[in-house]
């Protein structure tokens, strides 16, 4: 059994963002050079995620609104978590929605994805330097 | 290290449904012959859904209404990515909440599933041909 | 490959609560002599959780706060599942919400996480025994 390990790392500039990653996730599968398999991608941020959906922008525009609905940043006063400090109480809850990781099969030494499906970092508590963890297993 | 993949193939009549994939899946596992290992059951498309939870109608119904009111279909002009000329940005999010995908644990040649566990392919924009992916590692 | 596999076991007193069970799971790795693969830890009862976030008293609170919003447990005949005698078809959707599972990676025979990542058990329908799975495969 083959493993494989890598840190993405990001230093978004906003507050919140959807990052296609797919291309990278790529390179570390050639890297690798795991041809059957699983290939796990995981936020190591607990205020961010990976996800997979369309890169279409108007779509992330839904994503921005409809989270900002499910779970407002302002007024931070209204998140407990919020007390210690942090303002980031919202952005817990928006990557709950999202998710921390996908899992996604390696065959033939490809990503084995669907015709739309597309890797992305979610950033909601950005403007600082954050990790995605790309884990690949397999033979 | 052995590996094993499928495509599940679907054509749901109705915009949406929750179907009961666990059988399929244990017929996946049978054709693989791996006894312990991990099996990654996910959506190859984007406004579908594979889940676990019970196979009970009413609870279906519940998630019917409750995935509705957090992210309703009409109108459809409320999402940006329904400019693209689709009227499917609704799945896209309720598709979010629902998850991706599953993963399994293999333990003596059965998926390791609780009492009640069953797995699901949660359509929310149908009425076309859509895939579910199984991907199984192990030995 | 090696593989391992795990119950634990809970009895929260509670209907909710969030418990951190990452040193348990650190245990299993310990247990398991894996020093490169992925861990799969999942609820195997379908209204309990298993998620990564922050051990932080006050995002605990404004997670039950929250999920209690998006679906409340009262009233209870809201839910066609609760026809079936139950009580707890809120839990059943605040699950989805949450998420089933997590898979971390393996490295060097440690659970490969990022600084304020911690594993909990969510429990949505407690006051009687249930289980999480953690299944290790890797070498």
């Known amino acids: 059994m083959k493993s494989f390990r890598k840190e993405l790392w990001f230093n ?3 507050r919140r963002a959807f990052i296609n990653i797919t291309p990278q996730i790529e390179d ?3 890297e690798s050079g795991v041809k059957e398999g699983l290939c796990l991608v995981n936020a190591m941020h607990i205020t961010a995620s990976v996800f997979i959906n369309d890169d279409e922008s108007g779509l ?3 994503y921005e609104v409809w989270l900002e ?3 407002p940043h302002e007024p931070v006063f209204q998140y407990k978590h ?3 400090g942090e303002d980031n109480g919202d952005a817990h809850l928006k990557r709950q929605v999202m998710g921390r990781e996908v899992v996604v099969a390696i065959t033939n030494g490809r ?3 669907g ?3 597309q890797v992305f970092y979610g950033e909601f508590d950005g403007q600082r330097k954050k990790r995605v963890l790309v884990k690949i297993i397999g033979e």
Do not use: S, V, Y
């Open 69 to 71: 609905k499910l779970a």
């Open 111 to 113: 990503m084995d994805l």
């Open 28 to 30: 570390c599968l050639r």
């Open 60 to 62: 992330h525009q839904d």
């Open 12 to 14: 978004i500039p906003t």
């Open 115 to 117: 015709p739309w499906e």
């Open 82 to 84: 919020n007390r210690t």
